[in-house]
T-cell receptor
Framework: NAGVTQTPKFQVLKTGQSMTLQCAQD?????MYWYRQDPGMGLRLIYY???????DKGEVPNGYNVSRLNKREFSLRLESAAPSQTSVYFC????????????FGSGTRLTVV | DAKTTQPPSMDCAEGRAANLPCNHS???????VYWYRQIHSQGPQYIIH???NNETNEMASLIITEDRKSSTLILPHATLRDTAVYYC????????????FGQGTELSVKP
């Protein structure tokens, strides 16, 4: 089925380790986004890519880097994981940047110990 | 920061209409109102959006007041599967059209 695929679904890291969260969409969408959701909280935007070749910071970019590898893929990297980065990470995509809904992936549950 | 205010929780009887309010008193003329919901820990699901006119789709209706300072999401016949957190979001085209989520309304549909 068409949609947004995130890998891995679950991950446990030790403090200081690095990892990359992968996201791919097969809907030919132009814009892609990374959010994090802490327990009992709403989603907060980390980074977004309005179109292929561009990336911009969101509300909470510190400690993260992103790469828009091509139109389909948008990865999120944690260079040195910290316990404060324990969260559920959601990737989303949209056809355009304003008058279009987002399609979200099912999330990556990350625990940093 | 989120530009909307929603009640933290609401209950609704199964089969009844669920009316979820949202205040967005500082909305500007070119900002859209979006509604999403999140069931348990799944990824948020798009429901509906509008600018000025009322909108309806297969999931819900969106009623926007004439002054655009508030809106109501209506689920016409709520089912137990509609139990979720509902987010009302004002989307700012001057900020790249990003969706900024608030706390949402936790809707509980009861038998």
């Amino acid at each position: 089925n068409a949609g947004v695929t995130q890998t891995p679904k679950f991950q446990v890291l030790k403090t200081g380790q690095s990892m990359t969260l992968q996201c791919a969409q097969d809907m030919n969408h132009n814009s892609m986004y990374w959010y994090r959701q802490d327990p009992g909280m709403g989603l907060r935007l980390i980074y977004y890519s309005a179109s292929e070749g561009t990336t911009d910071k969101g509300e909470v970019p510190n400690g993260y880097n992103v790469s828009r590898l091509n139109k389909r893929e948008f990865s999120l990297r944690l260079e040195s994981a910290a316990p404060s980065q324990t969260s559920v990470y959601f990737c989303a995509s949209s056809e355009g940047w304003l008058n279009y809904g987002y399609t979200f992936g099912s999330g990556t549950r990350l625990t940093v110990v | 920061d989120a530009k909307t205010t929603q009640p933290p929780s609401m209950d609704c009887a199964e089969g009844r209409a669920a009316n979820l309010p949202c205040n967005h008193s500082t909305i500007s003329g070119n900002e859209y109102v979006y509604w999403y919901r999140q069931i348990h820990s799944q990824g948020p699901q798009y429901i509906i959006h509008g600018l000025k006119n009322n909108e309806t789709n297969e999931m819900a209706s969106l009623i926007i007041t004439e002054d655009r300072k508030s809106s109501t999401l209506i689920l016409p016949h709520a089912t137990l599967r509609d139990t979720a957190v509902y987010y009302c979001i004002v989307r700012d085209p001057n900020q790249g059209g990003k969706l900024i989520f608030g706390q949402g309304t936790e809707l509980s549909v009861k038998p």
